[in-house]
């Protein structure tokens, strides 16, 4: 038996029996920097579950608010093998919304840590959603659903903001098809 689910622009064919899941969720995450009181702004807070969107209750990643002339504030989470992802969801902070804005998301495969690459963090992985300036920030505590361009497999999935502002998420989760290999 096939089920047929369609979720923003994407329709999913699944075989029964197959499940869609936050693969992400309590899985390992790392980011480029941290705001300065470091136990409040853990990249972990980001895949944490918890869905509050007030730094100060610990459920945030908020890197550090110096502004990097050559290298963008960047957010990555391992989901420690390969997994066929079709959207990813982005909680934004309760206030200052504006400076979840003008960011891309892509997805690194393989066993390397896309990190260990050469030209990294200026060098990109396949495009899942980029989120320009001119489509405006996330509204405060809202949550986005991002529709990859295309299903894209991969095992990291990274988060890179250019600009002048710090890279805040509440929480970042996603509906992906559970699989293995291609």
Not at 14 to 24: D, P
Request: aromatic share 14%.
């Amino acid at each position: 038996m096939r089920l047929m689910i369609v979720t923003t622009n994407l329709a999913l064919q699944l075989t029964w029996g197959q499940i869609l899941e936050n693969v992400a969720l309590k899985k390992p995450a790392l980011g480029d920097s941290m705001y300065s009181d470091t136990s409040v702004s853990q990249p972990r807070y980001a895949v944490d579950g918890r869905t509050l969107t007030d730094v100060w209750h610990y459920t945030c990643f908020h890197s550090s608010d110096y502004y990097w002339i050559y290298n963008p504030h960047w957010w990555i989470v391992d989901l420690l093998r390969d997994y066929t992802i079709w959207e990813v969801k982005i909680t934004n902070r309760n206030i200052f919304p504006e400076r979840l804005n003008n960011f891309t998301v892509d997805i690194f495969t393989g066993s390397q840590d896309p990190r260990t690459l050469p030209n990294w963090p200026n060098n990109y992985g396949t495009i899942c959603h980029h989120q320009p300036t001119e489509d405006g920030p996330l509204a405060s505590s809202e949550t986005r659903t991002l529709p990859c361009a295309s299903a894209t497999f991969g095992r990291y999935v990274r988060v890179v903001k250019y600009g002048y502002t710090s890279l805040v998420m509440c929480e970042v989760g996603g509906c992906w098809l559970v699989a293995s290999d291609r």
